[in-house]
Every structure is written in structure tokens, then in C-alpha cells.
């Protein structure tokens, strides 16, 4: 990869070597993609290990470090797609992590359709679509809708694990479904994309965050691809003039974050 370094695999190292005993670890690897550990459980959120596409619209560059190489990872139990676009659907991602662990694959019929044609084994696939709800070990995912105007088959999840719950977006926008999950559920955390081109506007992902009403909102995307991203001081500037009753956490590439368990939840 030219235009994009990647890191040492001590960062990796960290990832896989390090245990939860009581609710959930939580690393962002840039852009859609994160690391979500439990006690029992590690799943991979739309993991992308690549640089710029060759068939990337004009400008449109990954502008942050590619933290792990996929051939070097051994510790995996579900590699989730949320829709099939490449940064969330990557072949050279997914089938190094599928020939290397005895991880399978969770996703909507578009991703699932690519996976297939990428020579994943239908057996490690999970195909789901909206109202599935799947147990893992210690994690609930429950699938609901997705309003990415870019992919009509994108599903969103909830995962469930030790009485916390962690809202996983994909690029959704706002949509029915969005107050439904926030009116259904007591989210510790909300991933949501913001951002140019693809991706909601700060306006817009302010909005949606207050309908799901999580504990936490953590923006993403808006830093990934050169001239798409989004205005984080805007951001910011919006926020504190509603004082919407969340909090927000900037994650950037290899930074992570610990949500202790809900005791009796």
C-alpha cells in the first residue's frame, strides 16, 4: 500500500492480547471500521484494511493510517458488514480474517452476495435483514433498518453484552426506525456517520442522536476520505448551543474506550 502507512503489529498485539472481564472494550481502526471485545466475544465492525480504492471517485483519498494488516490477525469471532460498499465489504479484509480464525460473517444480502463471490464458504456467512435477533456466547445482535439513501439493503445492529448496548450504524440516516431503537433501548453508545458527499450533515446527525438518546455519540467517518470529510469544529459548535442531553467522544485511528457492565441488567 503506497499511499497510506501502516502501523506495527504491536497495535494488533494490543487488540488481541488484551481481555475484558466486566463489559466492553471498544477500539476504532479509522473510518467505519472498530473492534468490539466482551468477555467471551470479539467482533470485527466493518473492517476495511485498505487504502484508496483504484476506482475511488476524483480527491477522494483515505486520509488516515491503516492500523492492522488482515493476513496478521488470529483473533476474531464475527466480521460484521452492515452494507456492501467497499469500505464496509473488502475482500482483501475479510477473507484473510476468514482463512486465519474460525470467524463467520454477519451481514445484509448485498454483503453476503459479495462474500460469496469473494470465495467465502456459504457456511461462514450469516445472511440477516431487519427484526433478526441473534445470540453469540455473551452477545445479543439485533438487526433493525438502514436509510442509507447510497445502499437500500444496509442494515443497522444492536449489540447487547453485560447490560451494555451499543447502537452500530453503518452510514444510516435518519429514518422510522431511528426513534423506534432509541424508545427500545437504554444505548450506552451510538455509533453514527456525518460528514460530505455520503454522509449525514452535523444538523442532521445531532437529530438523529437525540432520537436514539444514547449515553455516548461516537461521529465517525467524517475524517476518513479527503474532501468528504465533515466539520467536527461545526460539530462541536452545534452541540454545545443545543446541550443535547448526550455526551460525544471523538475516536480517532487506535484510540479505545471501556463501558463497564450494568450489574443485575
Known amino acids: 500500500?503506497?499511499?497510506?502507512a501502516y502501523w506495527p503489529k504491536t497495535f494488533?498485539?494490543?487488540?488481541?492480547g488484551k481481555t475484558v472481564d466486566d463489559g466492553i472494550l471498544f477500539w476504532a481502526l479509522g473510518g467505519p471500521s472498530f473492534v468490539y471485545r466482551t468477555p467471551e466475544t470479539m467482533i470485527w465492525i466493518d473492517p476495511y484494511s485498505y487504502g484508496t480504492p483504484d476506482d475511488a471517485v476524483p480527491d477522494a483519498y483515505r486520509a488516515t493510517a491503516i492500523p492492522i494488516k488482515p493476513d496478521e490477525v488470529r483473533v476474531a469471532d464475527?466480521?460484521?458488514s452492515t452494507h456492501d460498499h467497499v469500505d464496509h465489504c473488502h475482500d482483501g479484509t475479510l477473507v484473510p480474517i476468514i482463512d486465519n480464525?474460525?470467524?463467520f460473517c454477519m451481514a445484509p444480502s448485498s454483503s453476503a452476495k459479495l462474500m460469496r463471490e469473494f470465495g467465502i464458504d456459504s457456511d461462514r456467512i450469516r445472511e440477516v435483514a431487519?427484526?433478526?435477533s441473534i445470540q453469540f456466547r455473551d452477545v445479543e445482535m439485533q438487526v433493525y433498518p438502514s436509510y442509507d439513501p447510497n445502499e437500500p439493503h444496509a442494515v443497522t445492529f444492536v449489540f447487547s453484552s453485560g447490560g451494555t448496548k451499543l447502537f452500530v450504524s453503518g452510514d444510516t440516516w435518519d429514518g422510522p426506525a431511528i426513534a423506534e431503537i432509541g424508545a427500545e433501548h437504554d444505548l450506552d453508545l451510538a455509533l453514527l456517520a456525518f460528514g460530505r458527499t455520503w454522509y449525514m450533515e452535523v444538523e442532521e446527525l445531532i437529530e438523529v442522536a437525540k432520537k436514539l438518546g444514547p449515553k455516548t455519540l461516537l461521529p465517525f467517518h467524517w475524517e476518513f476520505w479527503r474532501n468528504h470529510t465533515g466539520d467536527i469544529?461545526?460539530?462541536f459548535e452545534l452541540y454545545h448551543q443545543q446541550q443535547p442531553?448526550?455526551?460525544i467522544r471523538i475516536l480517532l485511528v487506535g484510540d479505545s474506550l471501556h463501558v463497564p457492565g450494568r450489574n443485575g441488567s
Open 78 to 80: 464475527i466480521l460484521i
Open 233 to 235: 469544529g461545526k460539530l
Open 12 to 16: 494488533l498485539d494490543e487488540i488481541e
Open 1 to 4: 500500500m503506497r499511499d497510506v
Open 130 to 132: 431487519p427484526g433478526d
Open 245 to 247: 442531553e448526550f455526551d
Open 101 to 103: 480464525t474460525d470467524a
